[in-house]
């Protein structure tokens, strides 16, 4: 049977007016997704080929082995470092430039070494990377024109009215530089968790946060996939915390920085083994379940940079012995958009989508039954 075939007919099933605006835009937008896909990727994508004999000539050695273990404490105690060197001195226009710098060049460490190592080969092809690339830069935009003075305004209203005192005087500024970051990485992430698990257990928030479990990859730069709305809520529910706690602002600067490191390693398809870090931090490993097909393996693990509340709330899903399989996404709506609009218009279009996906099921059902009994029967496709 042909089930792609009926995805696509059953793609859009919006009334005629929405339909034609939402037509008109995948128009727009398919070529943009195309050119970015073979013309502005394809350089890059030529280049991470060349990596794969290296790869496979290092699969099974010790180096191999070395790398896989030692890369995750590297990498989190350089950001420590580097974070502390960029914010000595206090925020200034050299910190803001640092971080930037700091995205670009972990991506281009992390693109090849996922091809160097990867957990699966499955994942290294790059159809989604110009989604992604619009995704996280329609985010950047909103983000810091929309969501970030929306927020900013929030939390003074709130911290103002409530009252300016509260949150004083408790912040343990006497304590490691180290430890401060910890304890504020672990506050913010108290309040990232609870905020993640009502999006998997309302359908109402799940319909905004599908977007990011629609990939059906993992790589080092999808961990941005996320619808913006979803992104302004959540920026408000954990900054009036973190306005209250009054954190230092290289504490702040820093745990900031430590998250973006630890979201990198969240997503990525390389194939590290972190040991006790996989019982103290979101990790790989530890992600690739919540991203899991299967809902029991996905309603877990909803720590954003610490695991450990999910440790202690009954949600840590981490089976021995066992590797999280690399067959992820949506699992009961293979129809779920894939392009740029199609996923900023998913959460408005989510009851058609459920419906279709319902109706695709019934229709796999019946053919998986009426295809013993009787050939070729008609099936009541999406009328
Ligand atoms: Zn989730
Ligand atoms: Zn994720």
Redesign the pocket.
Known sequence: MNNRINHEEAKRPIGSFWKQIYTGLETLFRPIEWIGHHIILKPFSLFLEWIDPLSYKLEGTLLRRIMQVVIYPLFMTLTLIVGYKLVENGFTFRSFLGTILMFIILGFIFAPLERLMPFSRKWLGDEDTPTDIMLFFGGKFWGDYISKPFRLATVAVIVQEISPEIGQGIWPSQLPLVVQVFILLSIRDFFRYWYHRWMHESEFMWRWHAI??SSER?YWFN?TRSHPLEGMVSGVLWAIPLAFVQAPVEVVFMTGLLSRTIGRF??TNLDVILGPFDYIFSSPKN?RY??SKKIEESNSNYGGDVIFWDILFGTFYLPKDQEPSDDIGIGDMPNYPKTFIGLMLAPFTYNSLKKEAAQLADASTAIAEGGEQSEGSNLPLMN
């Open positions: 990011h479990h993992l961990g969240q997503h992600h919540h991203h």
